[in-house]
């Protein structure tokens, strides 16, 4: 009896099939795919252990800058607005500290105890026109007695300080911009165009300082700053342009003190 040899299948044709099963199952799993837009929360640790305490006192900012907008007792207003809100600390309502005058009088009645032209302590800028200008001012927040006494006064609360200024900005430069254009069919295109242009807006540069109410010493400051810009011809008021730019900073400000969960989404696919 004659054995007949094993059937052997032609190497190409296995490859074309494979291909040909590939492509199939990559098409229907193609048009059976759906998708779905998950939205997910991540949370963000705070920046200071503020557990010791019952109450934040917002006490008030050495401000300068633009004369439109008192920065003090806008951003006194708004930071208390944003904590009764979004954090379980008690807020306490008191008036904004007038802290450029107060920096003044212990700057002058440090002077008064001093001998020697070595000893007198930097003078104080009359007006706070740039960020130099208040580099004289932060002295004011390492005065540990003083900031102890208004702990004192207030129930030893963590107090929220510090410098803020806000000024107008100009800027020169090339800016690119989008321009529509069609052509003589009336097609559409987009085309960037660049072009010298003066822009103008202001400038927001806070330092926020958070102070111990107990001890009067500082547990954390941080420094921001953000800047917009309009083109020239547009009219913007300033204190528009200050509460867009605190948009901005505010979530920052807000991590230091309490968890905060940063929102955005995720794409699965079934």
């Known amino acids: 009896m004659t054995e007949r040899p094993p059937h052997r299948k032609n190497p190409k044709n296995r490859r074309a099939t494979v291909a040909l099963l590939t492509a199939l199952a990559a098409a229907g799993v193609a048009c059976g795919t759906a998708y779905f ?44 607005s944003q904590l009764r809100s979004k954090s379980s600390l008690r807020v306490i309502d008191a008036d904004a500290m007038p ?49 102890k006494q208004i702990g004192e006064e207030y129930q030893n609360p963590l107090i929220v300080t510090g410098t803020v200024l806000f000024m107008p900005h100009s800027r020169q430069g090339m800016v690119q911009r989008d321009v529509e254009q069609y052509d ?6 987009v085309v960037p165009i660049r072009s010298f242009m003066e822009r103008k807006g202001f400038v927001l540069a806070p330092r926020f300082v958070f102070i111990d109410g107990r001890t009067g010493a500082t547990m954390y400051a ?37 968890s905060q969960k940063i929102r955005g989404t995720r794409v699965l696919l079934q």
């Open 37 to 80: 837009e998950i939205p997910i929360e991540t949370p963000i640790q705070p920046k200071l252990d503020v557990s010791a305490f019952q109450r934040v006192l917002i006490a008030g900012f050495v401000a300068g800058g633009s004369e439109d907008v008192d920065a003090n007792q806008e951003t006194v207003r708004l930071l208390r």
């Open 99 to 147: 802290l450029v005058e107060i920096a003044k009088g212990q700057s002058a009645a440090a002077g008064a105890g001093t001998t020697g032209a070595d000893a007198q302590p930097t003078p104080l800028p009359d007006e706070i026109k740039n960020e130099k200008d208040l580099e004289a001012y932060e002295r004011l927040f390492a005065n540990t007695a003083y900031w």
């Open 184 to 189: 003589s069919f009336g097609r559409r295109r």
């Open 222 to 258: 941080e420094r921001y700053r953000e800047e917009i810009l309009y083109n020239s011809q547009q009219n913007t008021p300033a204190l528009s342009s200050y509460f867009e730019l605190m948009d901005r900073l505010v979530p920052n400000f807000l991590s230091a003190l309490s």
